[in-house]
């Protein structure tokens, strides 16, 4: 009679190793390990140059800012021999929260604010919308005119509008008093207005350049659809491809709103033409003019303290404002 308890038992001893068994999961979840090390060790490197150059160019500044504001040079006695840093407190912040020229920096620059940025988001989509419309002809030519500005240095542009608002010299000027017009560009009531000219014409290109890539991304059945419809441009380009774009209007906004803040080399060379723009017209005129000229380090600090934290402030309710209005818009559909 024969056995077959030695066939089975072969056949088990070759049968592969269940699932769930140790055998079968450690290879596997070894791969996945090392897939992950793999990974994360792939994301460093990527990741290593951003924050050499995030704790260079940031962190280190603004760690000095911070250290220097709580210090002050005194001198001992009644004025006589060397200057020696103490410890400050709060009493540069105290000292620039009280300064009437530096609050009324912030409100000049606020009130450039108001003006140039609406002009910076709405002029530049606008352009870009018209472009993408397909009603401006050779659009790449159009593109590079627009975005040359950009190309310039800012010293350079504020060089060439400061010529040209310029009494005596500026050829602009002189075709105005032809027609029996005057204009006073560094006058008090448009020097405002000069400075945010410049801004406007220096950046608008660029701008515009982001919008326009952004408005090649939206899917064009979705214009389509809304020809179909029986939308017109106007209504196309206002209720269908701008709201589709809305991430790229709120980067523009709040970065025209950073350097807006930081408002210091336009009115930093008119100055030297009109006596509209003194040495503290904004918050960073009064920050070089705390340092390089009355040699304040901890003025200068705590000044540009303050201004980061506006400028964080700032942006952050940007940011929060508009995550609400999505998700409002997100709910009412």
């Known amino acids: 009679m024969t056995s077959t308890t030695p066939v089975s038992v072969a056949a088990d001893a070759t049968a592969p190793p269940s699932p769930r068994s140790p055998a079968a999961t450690a290879p596997s979840q070894k791969g996945r390990r090392s897939a992950r090390r793999r990974e994360l060790g792939a994301c460093g490197v990527l990741m290593t140059p951003f924050f050499v150059l995030l704790v260079t160019v940031f962190l280190i500044p603004v760690a000095t800012a911070v250290h220097l504001s709580f210090f002050s040079d005194d001198q001992p006695g009644l004025g006589f021999g060397p200057e020696r840093t103490v410890f400050a407190g709060l009493r540069n912040y105290t000292a620039v929260l ?6 009324g920096g912030l409100g000049v ?39 040359l500005p950009h190309a310039v240095p800012g010293i350079i542009a504020a060089l060439i509008w400061l010529y040209l608002y310029t009494p005596g010299i500026s050829p602009v000027i002189d075709l105005l008093g032809r027609a029996d017009l005057t204009v006073d560009f560094l006058g008090v009531h448009m020097v405002l207005p000069s400075i945010v000219n410049i801004a406007l014409w220096s950046n608008l290109g660029y701008n515009m350049v982001v919008f326009y890539a952004a408005l090649q991304a939206v899917p064009r059945e979705v214009i389509e659809a809304s020809v179909v ?15 589709l774009v809305r991430s790229s209007i709120v980067m523009v906004a709040m970065f025209t709103l950073i350097f807006a803040l930081q408002l210091f080399t336009e009115p930093m060379l008119l100055s030297q033409s009109t006596p509209m723009i003194n040495s503290r017209f904004s918050p960073s ?26 400028t964080i402030a700032l942006s952050y309710g940007v940011t929060r404002w508009t995550n609400r209005a999505a998700a409002a818009e997100e709910a009412a559909r």
């Not at 003006?115 to 989509?125: E, F, K, N, S, W």
């Not at 419809?229 to 709201?243: F, H, I, S």
């Not at 070089?288 to 980061?308: C, E, H, K, P, Q």
Request: charged share 10%; net charge positive; with cysteine.
């Open 109 to 147: 620059v606020a009130l450039y604010c108001l003006v140039y940025i609406p002009l910076m988001v709405i002029g530049a989509l606008v352009l870009a919308l018209l472009l993408d419309s397909g009603v401006v002809r050779l659009r790449g030519t159009v593109q590079l005119a627009l975005f």
């Open 98 to 103: 009280a300064d009437p020229t530096f609050l």
């Open 285 to 310: 005129m009064y920050i070089y003019d705390a340092a390089f000229t009355r040699n304040n380090y901890g003025l200068a600090a705590a000044a540009s303290v303050i201004l980061l934290l506006c």
């Open 229 to 243: 419809d029986g939308a017109g441009p106007v209504r196309t380009a206002l209720q269908v491809k701008a709201p």
